[in-house]
């Protein structure tokens, strides 16, 4: 097997506004062993990290298949990073030696265009620094660039890929245009507009706007020159970690609310009576809600909370599956069971258990409020446990807060 070294880039950890300090890093590679028994990196602590030349043994994988090589990186706060993985292919080697074929051509091509061929001087390490012409493709749109390498022994490298996008200039030279103004937006919000000093290069920080939930998110960015014209888009996820600020000064909860099934926008849904201390003031508050003639089946019961800054937090859910009141008796040897419940929430599904804790097996369906579990009851001692519900998994139509034009009782 070859032995793959390859050369990774910067990688930055952003942390809300806060900086971290990367203290560990480690690579596996196709399964996860779990947080922090990959293979370790040596690196130099701080708040970026480079690594290049990382040898990765190939021994023991499997030649002439794709794998994925994964990295992640620990802060100084114990905590790990996402991970991050590039593919690789392990070309097997003859008679157990490492060799190094010639390299002799390469081909390129844009976009989904025919490819063409370039013939090289052989040598195990191409270094191939031609001017390629983008002749016939439209301007001020984005392309793709693809190149790939042919071994002496008639075998192709993957095809590796970079997008560019094509200026029109004028008289054929190329202008470097002064960068006005940029935007940028988080997720799928509404783009922010930033007005700058007119410069070719511009740069900015700290545009993590404040409630910004942790978690995953996506930051994009992209710029406008002096003529109008908007680059390309630019992603790049980050995980926003909280953290105590030295300054920091705790918040306290002025509201809350709740809702079930359907999401209203904050501040739109109930809002909960007075907490148990009678206001809210503090950080940690206590409360109940009491909610009936919810119809049954599967309900999402979800609630948030209000800062006295004004920003509401995510909503906390939980499922609450809902089921009619049970009347239970025998006849015969039979189990008959009847219940009280809409009968236009049909079919109705039954379940049995031989104990409390499950699992619950469906035994059938009813269209009205009645079921007979047939021949149950027999000369050994038996017992059963069983409820009933509407379609398993479905989450309930019913809405609170009420969408327009239904009609909805709330207490």
């Known amino acids: ?52 030349g990382l040898p990765v043994s190939t021994v023991g994988l499997p030649a002439g298949v794709v794998h994925r090589l994964f990295l992640r990186y620990k802060s100084d706060e114990n905590v790990w990073s996402l991970t991050e993985g590039r593919y690789f292919y392990p070309i097997s ?78 008289s054929g030279t190329i ?62 996820r980050f995980v926003l970690i909280s953290e105590f600020a030295s300054n920091y000064q705790p918040k306290t909860l002025v509201a809350a609310e709740y809702f079930i099934n359907g999401n209203p926008a904050p501040g739109g849904a109930i809002p909960l009576p007075t907490t148990t201390d009678g206001a809210y003031d503090e950080g940690q508050e206590e409360n109940t809600v009491v909610v009936t003639n919810l119809p049954i089946g599967q309900h999402l019961f979800c609630i948030r909370y209000q800062d006295s800054e004004g920003i509401w937090t995510a909503a906390y859910c939980d499922s609450v599956l ?46 009205t409020l009645g079921f007979s579990d047939a021949g149950r009851v027999d000369s050994a001692a038996t017992q059963g446990f069983y409820y009933i519900t509407t379609t398993p998994g479905a989450l309930s139509s019913f809405r609170l807060p009420a969408q327009a034009n239904e009609q909805q009782t709330r207490q």
């Open 1 to 52: 097997m070859r032995l793959l070294s390859m050369l990774l880039g910067v990688v930055l950890i952003v942390s809300g506004v806060f900086a971290v300090t990367i203290t560990q890093a480690e690579y596996f590679v196709d399964t996860d062993p779990g947080q922090g028994l990959g293979t370790a990196i040596t690196i130099t602590s701080g708040e970026t990290v480079s690594i290049a």
């Open 93 to 170: 080697a003859q008679s157990g030696s490492v060799t190094q074929d010639d390299v002799v051509q390469a081909e390129y091509w844009f976009d989904a265009l025919p490819s063409t061929f370039v013939d090289l001087t052989d040598s195990p390490n191409i270094t191939y620094p031609a001017l390629i012409p983008a002749t016939g493709l439209s301007l001020n749109a984005p392309h793709r660039f693809f190149l790939r390498f042919q071994d002496e022994d008639g075998n192709w490298t993957m095809a590796e890929g970079r997008y560019f996008y094509i200026i029109e200039g004028a």
């Open 175 to 236: 202008e470097i245009k002064n960068v006005t103004a940029l935007e940028y937006w988080l997720d799928s919000n509404p783009p922010t507009l930033v007005d700058i000093a007119d410069a070719p290069t511009g740069n900015f920080a700290q545009l993590i706007p404040a409630g910004t939930e942790t978690g995953i998110h996506t930051f994009n960015t992209r710029y406008r020159d002096e003529d109008s014209v908007w680059s390309m888009a630019e992603t790049r």
């Open 322 to 367: 809902m089921t009619p009141i049970l009347v239970i008796h025998r006849s015969g040897s039979d189990i008959v069971l009847s219940w009280q419940a809409d009968p236009l929430h049909v079919p109705f599904h039954v379940y049995r258990s031989a104990n409390t804790a499950g699992p619950f097996t469906e035994i059938g369906t009813s269209n």
